[in-house]
């Protein structure tokens, strides 16, 4: 098979698409053949990616509706359609912690980001894949949107326990109008948002490393070869799944010593 031809003709909109798994997402689906629309807080970032794989940048906050619209309208009126929607933007803010020590503002603001802004662009990506009767629409979820977690985000938590439930739902409700909708399940992957987070903690890092079978974090371009499975027709019988790539860290009791 040849890869560079396997997402061919193909439009992707992918939010968070200037850093992290969203990056790497952006560079792996344009490797595949994928015209790339990239939404993004960061201008400078976005024009730049949109840049190096001759993409489309539009600046989106992902909880704001109107926005949203602009961002997936603005695919289809410039290439013609949207046949892969990578929903990938998220926030982990340090605010957002053990449940005492969380404020509502915290807990609403990573609900916006990073479930509400979910729920807009499905409904968003929906509204031109219905015609189409195709598409394949992939949300970032978590590998803790299936199992609990000691060191604790709970509003990040709970924001992906809504993603996974979400795109199982809208995966049953589109699967006989030719649209297919996943939950990617991420472990710890070696983002900034990642590194940040441990480098203001290594405990909390060292914590969390002992629990992963491979025995490391994973790297970006390995969550972007399993976005390119998933947007492709390789998995046309795959959707409503929760597709972990977790290094083993939802299957484990006791790690290899």
């Not at 404020?103 to 990573?110: N, P």
């Not at 027709?233 to 790539?245: M, R």
Request: glycine residues 10%; charged residues 20%.
């Amino acid at each position: 098979m040849d890869l560079t031809q396997r997402l061919a003709g193909k439009v992707a909109v992918i939010t968070g698409g200037a850093s992290g798994i969203g990056l790497a997402s952006v560079r792996r689906l344009h490797a595949e053949g994928a015209t790339i629309v990239i939404g993004d807080l960061d201008p400078a970032a976005g024009k730049e990616v949109a840049g190096e794989v001759g993409g489309t940048f539009v600046p989106v906050d992902v909880s704001d509706e109107v926005a949203v619209d602009t961002l997936f309208d603005t695919a289809v009126k410039t290439h013609g359609s949207v046949d892969i929607a990578f929903n990938n933007a998220g926030i982990s803010p340090p605010e957002d912690d053990l449940i005492e020590n969380t404020g509502l503002d915290a807990w609403q603001r990573v609900q916006d980001v990073n479930l509400k802004s979910v729920f807009l662009c499905c409904k968003a990506a929906l509204r031109h894949m219905v015609p189409q009767q195709k598409g394949s629409i992939i949300n970032t979820a978590s590998f803790v949107a299936v199992m609990g977690s000691a060191t604790s985000q709970i509003s990040y938590t709970a924001s992906k326990g809504g993603v996974l439930a979400m795109s199982r739902e809208l995966g049953v409700q589109y699967a006989r109008q030719g649209i297919r909708v996943n939950a990617l399940c991420p472990g710890p992957v070696n983002t900034p948002l990642l590194k940040e987070l441990f480098a203001k903690d290594p405990e909390r890092a060292a914590r969390r490393l002992v629990h992963v079978p491979v025995g490391r974090f994973a790297e970006p371009e390995e969550l972007a070869a399993a976005v390119a499975f998933l947007a492709s027709d390789d998995a046309s019988f795959i959707t409503g799944s929760s597709f972990l790539v977790d290094g083993g860290i939802s299957s484990a009791y006791v790690t290899p010593l």
